[in-house]
């Protein structure tokens, strides 16, 4: 069985502490200054935005050993459920369906009678990434004098890779920031979540640095999705499928 399925069986984590420990955002050479009281008020949005447009479609993205696990799927942050299809790397290529909410994990590696298997999360990074997917959205503005006071700071303006990979070319210009840093790392440079943020205050796109090396996982928000979403558990019914919009 791929690594990817055997995790999604594994013990309870702590999953209030999913970044503890992972390494910040920062990249050598890499232009970085505090937020202005103009871009902490966008950056104030974000969650707010993500909570208005749900249910949200999302594409996971979580960087491993022998590649990436891809998780294509809806999140309703009314709620806080999510539900979707994954795949793992592999030869053949594997995967299933998925659901999940604050408290557990349903798997159905088979991804076709609905053979779901319920466990709490772990500390493996895609756990991690599903869990974090949950907490992107909220029913409220933040605060933005603390999140300038909490070490934000913005990055520039970007643009997505386009449709052949190549950086800069797609969707854009985003504001992109680097949120303020987790509690108790007040001595830290860089915070390991980095967002992508359009002028209106929606958010595009969440890197997460979820292991303290190499690449980092992504959040993408496709657009709003048509209909329910699954409830997570050995009932779930088929995960949605998430139609165009604007991210």
Known sequence: MPAR????????????????????????????RPVTQDEAQLLALVR????????AALTVRVPGPAGVTVVTGVVDYRTRRASGTFTV???????????????????DPAGGPRRWSRR?????????????TLQLGQDRPENAQLLAQSGAQWLGRR???DADGREGGGEGPYEVF????PPGREGARASPLTYWVDAK???????????????????????????????????????????????
């Open 48 to 55: 707010l935005s993500a909570y208005e447009s749900s249910p």
């Open 5 to 32: 399925v055997r995790f999604l069986r594994a013990p309870l984590a702590a999953a209030l502490a999913l970044l503890a420990g992972c390494g910040g955002g920062e990249v050598s050479g890499e232009v970085r």
């Open 89 to 107: 790397p592999g030869r053949p290529a594997a995967g299933g369906a998925l659901a999940w909410d604050a408290g557990s994990v349903s798997v």
């Open 201 to 247: 205050g929606a958010v595009r796109r969440v890197e997460a640095r979820l292991t303290g090396e190499g690449p980092a996982a992504t959040v993408d928000f496709t657009g709003s999705h048509a209909g329910p979403v699954a409830p997570a558990g050995p009932t779930a019914t088929a995960p949605p499928q998430p139609r165009d919009g604007n991210g």
């Open 178 to 181: 680097a949120g303020p840093r």
């Open 120 to 132: 709490p999360y772990t500390r493996d990074p895609l756990d991690r990434a599903l869990l974090l």
């Open 159 to 161: 643009r997505l890779p």
